[in-house]
């Protein structure tokens, strides 16, 4: 944090800007709180990525978005993201303001409530309360994500009770229209007992010159027996410094599976963990990475089994080309008690420049003996072996190079529940690797 | 395009500069099937893959045309589209690529653009030729080669020779690791494509697939080159008496290609 930035979002600002937004009193005091904290508290240390010269601090952080009365009037690059004749639940946020949102009638019958973070505050404020950087995410963990608690700007609720399966996908659209506004998105998912929840994001910004942060947490309770799926494609612009934290937590025979593409083009630190704290309890958590251009990225990616009979496994597979340099960790860790636990991790990493880096680390923490665990890491040049069978049925070298990067991040791509999700990350990788 | 002719004249194909290929000489034609065999270790599989443009095989010295074109210039996928096909022992396992995309790309490889096949006549297409391979239908929508036992992807390399319409065929050791039921799906598969157009190279060190199908010319391959060549009753003899009387009137000793 620089001096300049200190002072910019200081003490006054955020009372400002939480009465602005009519917060609950708890909710400014958090923020307060939490900025306090952040002066004191160090830097996030992303294991083997140097991060003293990043830019956290460029941004504005407030910018408003105009109100979105039809769907047929969106830029390509969204409309694109949408099945406009069929998107009955879609939240969309422009810059940091809600710019469209539909629910069903049948889910909000129901008490499902889908809305942006400040409404839900407003009308929602005690539920918003119960799970808000309490059980998942701390405020504390470092700087960043204590300035995260102090600038939220904007995220989305969800909240599925007890018993319902909402079996249409919940979509959300974070649209960076403006170039310098900085994305403090909290994403919270909280689903009740036996309840069932899909959930599908997109992130998109153009700022492919200037300078701008995101710091974004996403925070995923799965009560006993629930069912959370949730998919995302993470596609903010080179300009973009981005922080973003991603944590579950499953209780008892609850699932939490996550599919996540990550396909920003600026430097990023992205923490992904689930907890696994009931017995039975279970998680996927698959993500692929595209990284080009001179962009320096770390995934961490980390499934953590406190219940027994917990079943965790962890696929990443990136595709590095140009300059781009990953550090891909991939940590399974069983905690004593987890017994009958199941860990296993699978990294790939694709090497298409020679100027390219691939750091895949698999981290396997027992401290249980009846388990099973196991891991699987490579990083390497497309199979000169696949290339000749490819190219023996007469499909030119290109051609066949492009299947098998597409293949290699298919994993992820076919999980995504919208089609025009899965379409639109299929066209982002076309673009980012050709 | 009637009467294609792949001609192979003094090759010599190397690997990591150990010598495999000393000389090999063969002229295949359409209409004609071909059987090369040979015990183990004499340079049967390396002739097939120098022919395809295998990437760990250098070929130092010798020429292959197809119609008169230096097959040898040629990129792998141009041997492809100009009519060559190998069915491999080792076919790869490539994730994420289903079996029916792979096969729609292979076919429309071969056509021009603007050309491709229609969607529901590959489907069709498909549809018949695992029908008349006896393979599951789920295959299709599985990714190719992946999981798949060795004698589902023999079936497979068959399944891609009948759809893609080649002129020549090469078929390296198809029958290996069959059970004898498969191996009858998968010699039903290439006799049906025996007609004027279509010539073969099938490449086998057992007599037991050509019970299935009847090869016009018999070659055999000792020390990196063909050192014998006949009809079927050939291949017959040799099931009956083995190699041995070949190395003695050829005063041979070691007939692999360490000699």
Known sequence: MTVETKQQYNDEYISRFSSSRNEPEWMKELRHQALSQSESLDMPKPDKTGIKNWDFDTYVHEVKGEEISALGSLPASVAALIDADNAPNLYIQRNNSAAYLALNEKWSEQGVIFTDIFTALQQHGDLVKRFYMKDAVNI?????????????????????????VVDEPLQTIFWQEDDKVASFNHILIVAEANSAVTYVENSISHNAEQATFANVVTEVIAADNANVSYGAVDNYAAGTTVYAKRRGVAYRDARIDWAIGQMNDGNTI??????????????EAKSVVVGRGKQIQNFTTNIVHFGQNSVGSILSHGVMKDQASSVF???????????????TQETRVLMLSQ?????????????????????????GRVDPLQLYYLMSRGITKHEAERLIIHGFLAPVVNQLPIETVKNQLTQVIEGKVN | MAGSVLEIKDLHVSIEDKEILKGVNLTIKSGEFHAVMGPNGTGKSTLASAIMGHPKYEVTSGSITLDG?????????ERARAGLFLAMQYPSEISGVTNSDF???SINARRAEGDEIPLMKFIKEMDEAMDF?????????RYLNEGFSGGEKKRNEILQLLMMKAEIGILDEIDSGLDIDALKVVAKGINKLRDENFGCLIITHYQRLLNYI??????????????KSGGSELSKRLEAEGYDWIKQELNIQDETINA
Do not use: W
């Open chain 1, 140 to 164: 504390d963990e470092d700087r960043l994500t204590a300035l995260h608690a102090a600038l939220m700007n904007g995220g989305v609720f969800v909240y599925v009770p007890k018993n319902v």
């Open chain 2, 133 to 141: 391979l006896e393979m599951d239908k789920n295959m299709a929508q």
């Open chain 1, 355 to 379: 100027g390219a880096r691939g750091d895949a680390n698999p981290i396997l923490l027992i401290d249980e003996d009846d388990v099973v665990a196991g891991h699987a890491a490579s990083v």
């Open chain 1, 270 to 283: 992205s923490e992904h963990i689930t907890h696994l704290i009931g017995d039975n309890s279970g998680s």
């Open chain 2, 69 to 77: 074109e230096d097959v040898l210039e040629m990129e792998v996928d």
């Open chain 1, 329 to 343: 960790n991939g940590i399974g860790k069983i905690e004593h008690g987890a017994s009958k636990s199941d860990a």
């Open chain 2, 214 to 227: 009847e090869p016009d010319f018999v070659h055999v391959m000792m020390q990196g080159r063909v050192v």
């Open chain 2, 103 to 105: 096969l729609r790309s």
